[in-house]
């Protein structure tokens, strides 16, 4: 099995996220979202990745079920934000990661995340209660999801951050800019978050009509037409090495020395996505996938404008 380290955890190179479990995407069976996870413990998966906000809780639950008796041999990831109180009260760190370890039914997290930096939370406050938990024994490594530099070097500074979670995939591919170069100064592991573009880097969309995709702006129909020429680029790859473009996607993150988590429902997509592991891109197709998907040229913002304010600024679109 191809492992990785994040800060002092080992884990597979190739993690698993769990948010697509939880009607993100549409209705989710549990059963099959179960043998899903199961499976993904029998390939070799070991690093599962969850939040609070899942579900408002089911994800964490959910998972916690599917790893009974088999807790001992994963690293298991889940984050939170203060603002998840309801009518303007502020989460703590204690209160979150307490509710966390109730509902995975573990007793302690090995990695835990802020997941959106707080604009009226300073973040070395946020940071500062969970390394007080991780002083505990709660938790394992701090974490921080869509910080931008200034934000992760105020952090670090307060405490050592294990792991950085972002966005980041061909199509998403703004923190090479500024951020992987700094995860990879201060010594902070990266986790790629939506390594397969939401599904669409593999050919995929929403199908059903409560599927959260359908109010992201790279899912409107201008878009995607734009888009799809693109991922042309990646569906030729694919043909020329006998391989699907969901692997060739993610043999491209894999490729950076970073840790993708990409989730699914389904077995067979799991075993597809966990053969990437398998594949190795030479310069030269690694050099023709960059030029299909320049950073800033995709068309659409990443969410919705009212989530858009909580991540780091992205290049200006190319023309």
């Not at 891109?281 to 304010?309: K, N, S, W």
Request: glycine letters at 10%; proline letters at 4%; a negative charge.
């Amino acid at each position: 099995m191809n492992v990785a380290k994040i800060g002092s955890l080992e884990v597979s190179a190739q993690g698993f996220g769990a948010m697509g479990l939880s009607h993100v995407y549409g209705q989710a069976d549990e059963a099959e979202s179960i043998r899903t996870l199961h499976r993904a413990i029998d390939l070799g998966v070991t690093f599962f990745d969850t939040a609070t906000g899942y579900g408002n809780g089911h994800n964490e639950d959910l998972l916690g079920r599917a790893i009974a008796g088999r807790r001992d041999e994963l690293v298991i990831a889940s984050k939170f934000t203060h603002g998840q109180g309801g009518e303007g009260r502020k989460v703590s760190a204690r209160e979150a990661v307490e509710a966390s370890l109730r509902r995975l039914n573990v007793d302690r997290i090995d990695l835990y995340y802020l997941h959106r930096v707080d604009p009226e939370v300073p973040v070395t406050e946020s940071v500062g209660q969970l390394a007080q938990l991780r002083d505990e024994g709660k938790i394992g490594g701090v974490g921080l999801s869509e910080a931008s530099a200034s934000q992760l070097r105020a952090a670090h500074g307060e405490t050592p951050i294990t792991a950085l979670q972002s966005e980041y995939s061909l199509w998403t591919r703004d923190v090479e800019a500024e951020i992987l170069p700094l995860t990879r100064e201060l010594g902070i592991g990266f986790v790629a978050y939506s390594p397969l573009g939401r599904g669409f880097l593999a050919g995929a969309g929403p199908v059903e009509d409560n599927d959260r995709r359908r109010i992201h702006p790279r899912f409107q129909d201008e878009a995607v037409a734009a888009n799809a020429r693109r991922r042309v680029t990646i569906e030729g790859v694919a043909e020329r090495l006998g391989v699907t473009p969901a692997q060739v996607s993610l043999a491209w993150v894999l490729s950076k020395g970073v840790v993708p988590i990409p989730g699914t429902r389904h077995i067979r997509h799991l075993e597809d996505n966990w053969a990437a592991g398998t594949i190795s891109l030479d310069d030269e197709t690694v050099a023709e996938l960059e030029a299909a998907f320049p950073r800033g040229a995709t068309v659409g913002d990443r969410y919705p404008a009212e989530q858009m304010a909580f991540v780091p600024a992205a290049e200006p679109a190319l023309s």
